[in-house]
């Protein structure tokens, strides 16, 4: 292919659209109409927290990824060890482990679940196997199938997302939010819960449970390697149409996530014991438009889910092969379908037990590395600061650890009651001074050091 110094609009455009389809899906729906529900009339503020952790960070971290070379080379500014063990974990988390199998159980709950329920087979039995689990395991059979068949080709993922199904995705969001502008649902209610206490700060928590930020630690390559397949050569462009799609997909961030909120916020002035997004957008497109709503959701999920699962089993099957080249890009792509489908069948609930606690422990991690990785882009002083990213990750590791244990209902005796003293602890943030401590005493160190040699 011939070399080019720059992509055209419309491929900018392409490659913005893939990069907001491979981050929006199941949770990036699901999150923000509950939001809306429970900020009520506080829901800007929650917005406003929500989009900085589910839309600000993952485009930075994108970014951060991109200059740096990849997240082995972002988390090796800290130790070699280091990041080869936490981009294990990371590429486990937001791969088989979690967020994969979480596409197939969340887009089955919406997608076959209400068609078993329509048929009244919902508690039939078949040969000893219930209906709804014998339809789970056929549904994530071919989900997972058909997702292998479109990752086997990720340089190509540009015309198979960004062309065809994300802005089919943008356009029936904009329906169901053209849908409410038009029949309005009623007065955003009282904030409820945390919300009440701290709206932007909840909302801020929130966004932790999109996976965005540690997804984006991994997307920054397979979107490099997109714009790569444009034509492109030279690294420094590379980077440069990086930033161009990343502020493309944060512009539709912004706008769809605005929607969803407001449609949330509308929906808890209207209906009552809502207990999440997806029953709350499932409510608001019946009432808006009967049967059709139904599914209107479904493809709505579906098309959501199966773009994240695409882009994560790519960028999870490009670092695996990398790493362990023993399989091969698709050898490790048929693993992590495998292994997402078996997971899969554990069921939605089972799944979301366990990312709560995981997501808590890494993700303040996750930011203070593309915060540091972006303060080195800005000045590359900073990477001469040797001790600067060890300290800040150590720091900011103990207690984002702690709070994950802590998750699990389990205090650690000293370290935990001292964590509840910390500034922000009652928001969940009791990290952010301990990463701004070690970030401080990291630089000293290395200053003094310098000064001895």
């Keep these: 292919m011939q070399e080019i110094s ?47 952790t589910a839309v600000g960070f993952p485009i930075l971290g994108v ?12 988390a090796s500014r800290v130790n070699a060890r280091f990041a080869f063990l936490f981009t294990l974990l990371i590429y486990l988390s937001i791969g088989p482990c979690l967020a994969i199998p979480r596409t197939a159980s969340t887009s089955f709950e919406m997608v076959m679940r209400p068609a078993l329920e329509g048929a009244g087979l919902l508690d039939a039995a078949f040969g000893g196997f219930s209906a709804l689990g014998l339809a789970q395991f056929v549904y994530s059979i071919l989900f997972f199938a058909l997702a292998y068949a479109v990752a ?27 849908g409410i502008c038009l029949h309005p649902l009623g007065d955003a209610a009282a904030p409820t819960g945390s919300y009440a ?38 690294e420094g462009t590379v980077v440069k149409e990086t930033v161009f799609a990343g502020a493309i997909a944060t512009c539709v961030f912004f706008a769809v996530y605005g929607a969803l909120a407001v449609i949330g916020a ?22 808006l438009f009967g049967p059709v709503g139904t599914v209107l959701m479904g493809l709505i999920f579906f098309i959501a889910c199966f773009n994240t699962c695409v882009g994560l089993i790519s960028c999870c099957a490009n670092y695996f092969s990398e790493t362990f080249p023993v399989l091969g890009y698709r050898g490790w792509a048929k693993v992590f379908a495998f292994a997402s489908m078996v ?64 998750a699990f209902g389990v205090r650690v005796p000293g370290l935990s009651d001292f964590a509840d003293e910390l500034p922000f602890a009652a928001n969940g943030l009791e990290w952010i001074v301990p990463a701004f401590v070690g970030a401080v005493i990291g630089a000293g160190l290395s200053v003094l050091a310098a000064r001895r040699a």
């Design 152 to 178: 086997l080709n990720p340089e190509k993922l540009t015309q198979r997302l960004g062309k065809f199904l994300c802005p089919t995705l943008i356009a029936l969001i904009a329906l169901l939010f053209l």
């Design 266 to 287: 509308e929906a808890g002035g209207a209906y009552s014991s809502m207990e999440n997004g997806a029953q709350t957008l499932t409510l608001v497109a019946s009432d």
């Design 63 to 74: 970014m951060a990824v991109a200059e740096s070379g990849g997240l082995t080379a972002l």
């Design 343 to 406: 997971i899969a069948n554990a069921g939605l609930t089972l799944i979301l037990k366990f990312s709560v606690p995981l997501l808590v422990a890494i993700y303040p991690v996750a930011i203070v590395l593309i915060v540091l990785g972006l303060l080195s882009l800005a000045s590359k002083r900073l990477l001469t600061l040797k001790a600067l990213y060890p300290a800040a990750v150590v720091a900011t590791g103990i207690f984002s650890v702690l709070a994950g244990v802590e």
């Design 6 to 52: 720059s992509l055209r609009f419309s491929q900018r455009l392409l490659v913005g659209l893939t990069l907001f389809s491979m981050f929006f899906g199941a949770g990036n729906l699901i999150f923000p109409p509950f939001l809306g529900v429970q900020a009520g009339v506080d829901m800007p503020a929650a917005l406003a927290g929500f989009l900085v």
């Design 197 to 234: 206490q701290g709206a932007f700060a909840t909302g801020f928590i929130e966004g932790y449970q999109t996976m965005d930020t540690i997804a984006a630690l991994n997307f920054g390559l397979v979107i490099a390697m997109n714009i790569r397949a444009f034509g492109i050569r030279s």
